[in-house]
Each structure stands twice: as C-alpha cells, then as structure tokens.
C-alpha cells in the first residue's frame, strides 16, 4: 500500500549538511558542462548537424549543453511515432503507468542536489528557488501517479435495474507539451508525466533557454522504465517544430505554459481542422498574469511588507504569479513603500553557481534583458523610482552600479551576464503601462488606493487573473476577496507565489489561460475522456 501523498518537503541551506551537499551537486554539474544531447524519436537517440547551444546567464560565455536541434521533417516523425506508440501504451495498466511515475519520483528525490545545480546554471535560479523547483517536480511525480490510480478502474455511478453500468477514462492520444524555461523542470515534468499517466505519448518541445534540464527529466523517466517510444524529445524553432506539431492532424491535444501572445496563437491553430482530424483538438494553456498583492489599512504592515518582497523578486521576478503590481490603501500607502524598499535593500544579487547562495540570480537572457530595461524606462515616465539604479550597459548588456536613490551604496550587481537590480517604482496609475502589461521581471509597480473598494476594482482591473494576495484584518473584507477578487489563486494574509501541488491546485482566469488548475484532483481529466459503458442483462 502506498503512502498518502504529502508535498515535499525544503532544506534549510544555512545548515553545514544542506549547504555543503549543494556544493558538491553544482561541482558535480560543472564537471558535465557542454556536453551534447540528442533527440529521442520513436525510442532511438537522434543526433542531427544543426545544433543550439544553451548558456548560463549569469555568464553568457558558460555553456551548459549543447542540444541537437530538430526541424518540421523531424516534428512530423516524433509525432507520426508517438501515433504508433499509442496503441500500445494506451492498453497498459493505470496502476503500471502510476508506478513508473512514483518510480521517476524516487529517482528524482535521489538526485534532489544535482537537479537543482543544473537550474542554478542554466536560468540562474537561487539555491532554495531551484531546490523548490525540483521538490514540485517530485510533488507532480508522486501526486499524478496516485492520482491515476484513483482514476483508472470504473468510477462511480447511479445503479439501474437490469443493468449493469460504469464509466471509464480513456486517453486521448498524441499530445504535444511546450513547457517554460522558468520552471524548466517542474512544469516540464508536470505537464508531461500528467499527459503520460493517463495512456497518452506525448512530444515534448523544451524551452530553447532550458532544453538540458528538460533532457534530465528524460533521463529520469528512462531511469523509471518509461518506455522510450513513449515520449519524443523534438527541441527546435516554435516557428517550425512548434507548429508542425500543434497544427499536425494525428496530434489530440496541445499543453503550454507560456505568454500571452503565443498561448493564443496555440489556440486559434489548435481550433482549426486539419485535412484528416476527426476529433477536436484540447488545448490546455496557462498564459501569464498581472498579479497583485492588496493592502489595506487595518493589515500587519511589516507581514505584508515581507510577503511583496519573497513574491516580486524571487527568482528575479520571473513567474507567473510574481507581484508586479502592489496596490495599497493610502493611509498606510507610505509607511509599506518605506519597509518594501528596506527590505529590498538587504536583498544579494549573484551568479547562483557561487557559493554565496544569492538571493536573486540573471535573468534568462539579452532578450529578457532588454525588455525589462525598457519597461524601467517607461516606469520611470510614469512614476517615481523609489528603489533602482541608473540604466547603464557593461560588455553583456547588464545594469553597472549607478547611483542608487536614497543611499549611494554599490548596488551590487555582477559586471556581467543578464542581472537586474530590483526596482521599485511608486505613484504609478492603475491604467499605466507597467500596471497592465507582463513584465516578468523585478520591477514592482505601486500603486494608491483610496479605499478597500477602490484597491479591488484596481486589482480586478487588467486582462489577467491568475493570482492575487489580500493582507487585512478585517473578516469581512477577506469574505468580499473570496467572491469579488477574480482570480484561479487568491492568497489571505500571505504571498501570492508559491503554490503547493494538491494543496493549491493553480490555473487562472481570463487571458491567464484555461484554468487547467495544475496540481489538482481534476487536473488528469484535461487529459481523459469518459466512455459510458452499459450492458443490459
């Protein structure tokens, strides 16, 4: 019998044991730098001439792997054999599907460390931000196994005279999965192993900023005797591999963690036929958000003042349900920016790989880098920088140390790679650029409310609606938020990222995608379909 399922649980890496296993892990990881990793298509490795490369971008001159790179011809392959390999693992058991996932968990949780290196070298995540990353990951393992087992055998249904009745979950087919480089290896794994699980192939497209760790995954899914023709590995251009697979006829359905933009181009080609479809295609999106956190004037100010700190710059701001936008109630509007920016003083920004254990890391790339760097721009039009330094450019385009306002210190931002220093820009109109648009990185909008009615219709008043946070002590103004705040997350007296598999199931409204709620007891059906079975005596 197995155990109940129980989110796993973090280290502390202020202790000798945690710490120096840590080190260890990313020494291992330096040692395996630059090696070449292949496709997987219908079970064999394929290796090809044209290659891409994945860097680190705390140091652009790092490479982490290199990745052979697929192309339209080889899509249609991966996805023509995953059509094949369908009849097949269609028919194997739940509970065997489940254990190979339980399996993959255990590997995982063997290889905690070294997993974590790898993301603190390829998207420059911090040491407790990768290990969480990697901990989610076991979560979905351990959570979507059992999950299946509860799934697969007859579910219940209202008994007939005369006959006998049942209702079963069968799998659709060939997905397509095109996870995020952010959680390269949770939602990676996540949406892969849930698609898996229920008797699904599955082609799986890794981020280009992220493509080894996905292949790590891969290599843990073997590891647990995931059939090799059961998932083909296709990295390559969106623009061709991408839509070759989404749009491919013998594709069932498509699963994307990503922005806005491409999310909806998935969805209008996903809804079109294609000459040979018979079925509708799915299409399971989570797209982005413009998250807040809310503050009213009867909260614990330095509670909350904590909370908008962890969820704006953790992992340099780059998560979905990151706070870029802190909506506060005027009388206590002052006092809240003056401890937000404090404590973002105390914040250290590094290469994650050192052994300095930062708090926030590079973000992913020059292209990243130059966006964010142009919201800044346009922030400070907008508002007044309350915390940030000078834009400047050093040899690979990162911030050097300007001056800083309300101190002159040095800002302490590496000379290269793709570092951002936190910044913090108050005064900002609801209907600002930087109020309404993804950012995905650390720049924090703050906003005045006039009231508790004003500071909701602020928060409700974007595209968006994946997560938010209220901070009050008052019952009935934490009641409104349960009905009147529209978003798939909502977050009382606590910050608005870091959500738990099974614990809080995550998706969101609007233009934040499908509310596909991730992590959920209902989550495996996105990838199922019932067939009503009655058979009359």
Same mark, same amino acid.
């Given at each position: 019998?197995?155990?109940?399922?129980?989110?796993?649980?973090?280290?502390?890496?202020?202790?000798?044991?945690?710490?120096?296993?840590?080190?260890?892990?990313?020494?291992?990881?330096?040692?395996?730098?630059?090696?070449?990793?292949?496709?997987?298509?219908?079970?064999?490795?394929?290796?090809?001439?044209?290659?891409?490369?994945?860097?680190?971008?705390?140091?652009? @001159?790092?490479?982490?792997?290199?990745?052979?790179?697929?192309?339209?011809?080889?899509? =249609? *392959?991966?996805?023509?054999?995953?059509?094949?390999?369908?009849?097949? !693992?269609? /028919?194997?058991?739940?509970?065997?599907?489940?254990?190979?996932?339980?399996?993959?968990?255990?590997?995982?949780?063997?290889?905690?460390?070294?997993?974590?290196? %790898?993301?603190?070298?390829?998207?420059?995540?911090? !040491?407790?931000?990768?290990?969480?990353?990697?901990?989610?990951?076991?979560?979905?393992?351990?959570?979507?196994?059992?999950?299946?087992?509860?799934?697969?055998?007859?579910?219940?249904?209202?008994?007939?005279?005369?006959?006998?009745?049942?209702?079963?979950?069968?799998?659709?087919? +060939?997905?397509?999965?095109?996870?995020? %480089?952010?959680?390269?290896?949770?939602?990676?794994?996540?949406?892969?192993?849930?698609?898996?699980?229920?008797?699904?192939?599955?082609? +799986?497209?890794?981020?280009?900023?992220?493509?080894?760790?996905?292949?790590?995954?891969? #290599?843990?899914?073997?590891?647990?005797?995931?059939?090799?023709?059961? &998932?083909?590995?296709?990295?390559?251009?969106?623009?061709?591999?991408?839509?070759?697979?989404?749009?491919?006829?013998?594709? *069932?359905?498509?699963?994307?963690?990503?922005?806005? =933009?491409?999310?909806?181009?998935?969805?209008?080609?996903?809804?079109?036929?294609? $000459?040979?479809?018979? !079925?509708? $295609?799915?299409?399971?999106?989570?797209?982005?958000?413009?998250?807040?956190?809310?503050?009213?004037?009867?909260?614990?100010?330095?509670?909350?003042?904590?909370?908008? +700190?962890?969820?704006?710059?953790?992992?340099?701001?780059?998560?979905?349900?990151?706070?870029?936008?802190?909506?506060?109630?005027?009388?206590?509007?002052?006092?809240?920016? #003056?401890? +937000? &920016?404090? /404590?973002? $003083?105390?914040?250290?920004?590094?290469?994650?790989?050192?052994?300095? @254990?930062?708090?926030?890391?590079?973000?992913?790339?020059?292209?990243?880098? =130059?966006?964010?760097?142009?919201?800044?721009?346009?922030?400070?039009?907008?508002?007044?920088?309350?915390?940030?330094?000078?834009?400047?450019?050093?040899?690979?385009?990162?911030?050097?140390?300007?001056?800083?306002?309300?101190?002159?210190?040095?800002?302490?931002?590496?000379?290269?790679?793709?570092?951002?220093?936190?910044?913090?820009?108050?005064? &900002?109109?609801?209907?600002?650029?930087?109020?309404?648009?993804?950012?995905?990185?650390?720049?924090?909008?703050?906003?005045?409310?006039?009231?508790? =009615?004003?500071?909701?219709?602020?928060?409700?008043?974007?595209?968006?609606?994946?997560?938010?946070?209220?901070?009050?002590?008052?019952?009935?103004?934490? #009641?409104?938020?349960?009905?009147?705040?529209?978003?798939? @997350?909502?977050?009382?007296?606590?910050?608005?990222?870091?959500?738990? &598999?099974?614990?809080?199931?995550?998706?969101?409204?609007?233009?934040?995608?499908?509310?596909?709620?991730?992590?959920? *007891?209902?989550?495996?059906?996105?990838?199922?379909?019932?067939?009503?079975?009655? #058979?009359?005596?």
């Amino acid at each position: 019998m197995l155990t109940t399922y129980r989110p796993e649980p973090y280290v502390d890496f202020t202790q000798p044991e945690p710490r120096q296993r840590m080190l260890d892990a990313l020494a291992l990881v330096e040692s395996q730098l630059g090696r070449t990793y292949p496709l997987w298509i219908a079970g064999e490795a394929v290796t090809t001439k044209e290659t891409f490369t994945s860097v680190s971008p705390a140091d652009p @001159n790092r490479v982490v792997g290199v990745m052979c790179k697929a192309d339209a011809a080889l899509a =249609d *392959r991966a996805v023509r054999a995953a059509a094949e390999t369908f009849k097949r !693992w269609s /028919r194997v058991d739940p509970d065997v599907r489940a254990r190979v996932l339980i399996k993959a968990a255990a590997i995982m949780r063997r290889r905690v460390y070294e997993l974590s290196a %790898w993301m603190c070298y390829e998207v420059s995540k911090s !040491w407790i931000e990768a290990y969480a990353d990697t901990c989610e990951t076991i979560d979905f393992l351990d959570f979507y196994g059992r999950e299946m087992m509860r799934l697969g055998g007859s579910q219940p249904v209202t008994p007939y005279p005369g006959e006998e009745n049942e209702l079963r979950y069968m799998p659709l087919g +060939v997905g397509v999965v095109i996870p995020p %480089w952010n959680f390269p290896l949770a939602i990676c794994t996540g949406m892969t192993s849930a698609a898996l699980v229920c008797g699904n192939t599955v082609c +799986v497209k890794p981020a280009s900023a992220s493509p080894v760790i996905a292949a790590k995954m891969l #290599e843990c899914l073997h590891e647990a005797g995931m059939p090799k023709d059961v &998932v083909n590995f296709v990295p390559g251009p969106g623009a061709s591999v991408g839509d070759t697979m989404v749009t491919h006829p013998l594709t *069932r359905f498509i699963s994307f963690t990503g922005s806005r =933009d491409v999310g909806l181009e998935i969805y209008e080609k996903a809804s079109k036929v294609q $000459k040979g479809q018979i !079925w509708l $295609k799915r299409s399971v999106l989570e797209m982005g958000g413009k998250d807040c956190i809310v503050v009213d004037e009867t909260a614990d100010v330095e509670a909350a003042a904590e909370g908008v +700190v962890a969820a704006a710059f953790g992992f340099q701001g780059q998560k979905c349900s990151a706070c870029s936008r802190l909506i506060a109630h005027r009388d206590i509007y002052a006092d809240l920016l #003056e401890r +937000v &920016v404090a /404590r973002t $003083k105390k914040l250290t920004i590094g290469d994650t790989v050192l052994p300095d @254990n930062f708090f926030m890391g590079a973000v992913i790339d020059r292209g990243a880098f =130059d966006k964010i760097n142009e919201y800044i721009k346009v922030g400070r039009g907008e508002g007044k920088l309350a915390y940030g330094v000078e834009m400047a450019s050093s040899q690979h385009g990162s911030q050097s140390c300007g001056t800083q306002t309300g101190d002159s210190q040095h800002c302490g931002v590496p000379s290269q790679g793709y570092f951002i220093h936190p910044t913090i820009i108050e005064g &900002v109109a609801p209907n600002a650029r930087i109020s309404q648009e993804e950012i995905f990185g650390p720049v924090l909008a703050v906003i005045r409310a006039k009231d508790f =009615d004003d500071a909701l219709a602020i928060a409700n008043g974007t595209e968006y609606g994946l997560t938010g946070a209220l901070f009050s002590r008052d019952r009935f103004r934490l #009641e409104r938020a349960r009905h009147e705040f529209h978003v798939g @997350n909502l977050y009382l007296n606590r910050k608005c990222t870091g959500a738990l &598999v099974d614990v809080q199931p995550f998706g969101g409204f609007n233009m934040s995608g499908t509310d596909s709620k991730a992590g959920g *007891r209902d989550y495996l059906l996105l990838f199922l379909q019932g067939k009503s079975i009655t #058979e009359r005596w």
